[in-house]
């Protein structure tokens, strides 16, 4: 593999809780070091090394200005995800009152669950799902605690299934509210299922603030990975604290993977969750359509295109996403589908603008 991606499943093991000598990568201690200091995305997961290094004595084998680093990150991330925290809890009793449930989605589904709030995972925004038939009453009560976020520059995709608001409050916080799990163009998923599956937030103790089954979450967080083409992310760690506390019934994964044409996509990200700890061994999923040739070509992808940098909605990043659409779909159809939708839409805006 290779170093960008031994580097960073090097940082996923430790903050998933592993120790550095199990890792078996020479200089893994020095490439943990400089990715904390060089990759920005690891912000994100410094509060989960700083306690592993406490957990195995390891902090003093940090260099002074990587320990400050932690310690100062920690700290910034605690009281960020404190404050999100504290912005959910002021939508209860609207909620409630309204007779609306909410689904927390990704990082802040997760802290206060698989992770403590005293070590918290940081995350940029909030995303919430809610039901389409809610909307209107949503947006109108919604409205006491945030702003619509307009957008005059508009891309494919966009409105499709979330709109973007800002809290009225001093922290800003970037709330991302979805009528659709995720782009209903490309993952054929049963909204009422989700509802069914979903369960209370165990931090908030409200019915009306949810979370998807451990099932959906999984399949949730491969659908994020296909739209975001990179398989080595901080989501292995997700999936790594997730696996941790929940059980999975792996038969009903693999129907619901199939049904929203995504069993390929979750045979590959088990394969890399493999990759990233030892603790936790996940079912391989035969690759189907075109089988060792179409694997071939999604490994080359996954391992040499897909992490290049890329900054978000630019031609390459949606060359990617197009490639993965492909290549890591169960059936073609759907991809050429969206495929054909976004230059409709890009040529549709060009036109416009002229």
């Not at 989501?235 to 929203?260: G, H, I, M, P, R």
Request: proline share 3%.
């Amino acid at each position: 593999m290779p170093n960008t991606i031994s580097a960073r499943l090097n940082l996923f093991r430790y903050a998933a809780g592993q120790s550095i000598e199990r890792s078996n990568i020479p200089n893994s201690f020095s490439e943990l070091e400089h990715c904390l200091a060089s990759d920005m995305s690891s912000v994100r997961l410094h509060a989960l090394v700083q306690q592993n290094a406490l957990d195995n004595s390891d902090i003093q084998r940090f260099n002074i200005s990587t320990q400050s680093l932690l310690k100062v990150n920690t700290i910034k991330l605690v009281v960020d995800i404190g404050a999100k925290l504290r912005f959910i809890q002021q939508l209860i009793s609207m909620l409630e009152q309204q007779n609306i449930a909410v689904i927390l989605l990704k990082g802040m589904a997760f802290n206060g669950d698989i992770y403590s709030l005293s070590c918290p995972r940081g995350v940029s925004d909030i995303d919430i799902l809610i039901q389409p038939q809610d909307k209107e009453r949503f947006d109108q009560y919604f409205a006491e605690f945030a702003t619509k976020v307009v957008v005059e520059k508009k891309y494919s995709f966009d409105d499709l299934y979330e709109e973007a608001w800002r809290s009225n409050d001093e922290a800003k916080h970037l709330i991302d509210v979805h009528t659709h799990l995720t782009n209903p163009k490309l993952f054929n998923i049963e909204q009422t299922l989700l509802w069914q599956m979903s369960k209370p937030h165990p931090h908030y103790g409200s019915n009306k603030i949810r979370v998807l089954s451990t099932e959906h979450t999984l399949l949730h967080i491969v659908t994020h990975v296909i739209n975001d083409t990179n398989f080595y992310h901080y989501n292995l760690v997700d999936v790594t604290f997730l696996l941790l506390k929940y059980q999975v019934d792996y038969v009903k994964l693999e129907k619901v993977a199939k049904s929203w044409g995504v069993r390929n996509a979750t045979g590959y990200l088990f394969s890399c969750v493999n990759r990233c700890t030892d603790s936790q061994q996940l079912p391989y999923y035969p690759i189907t359509g075109g089988a060792k040739i179409r694997a071939y070509f999604a490994w080359l992808l996954i391992d040499h295109v897909f992490i290049l940098e890329s900054r978000e909605k630019s031609f390459l990043h949606r060359f990617k996403q197009i490639n993965c659409y492909i290549v890591i779909f169960d059936e073609v159809k759907p991809a050429l589908k969206v495929t054909y939708y976004y230059f409709k839409e890009k040529i549709k805006r060009i036109n416009f603008s002229i």
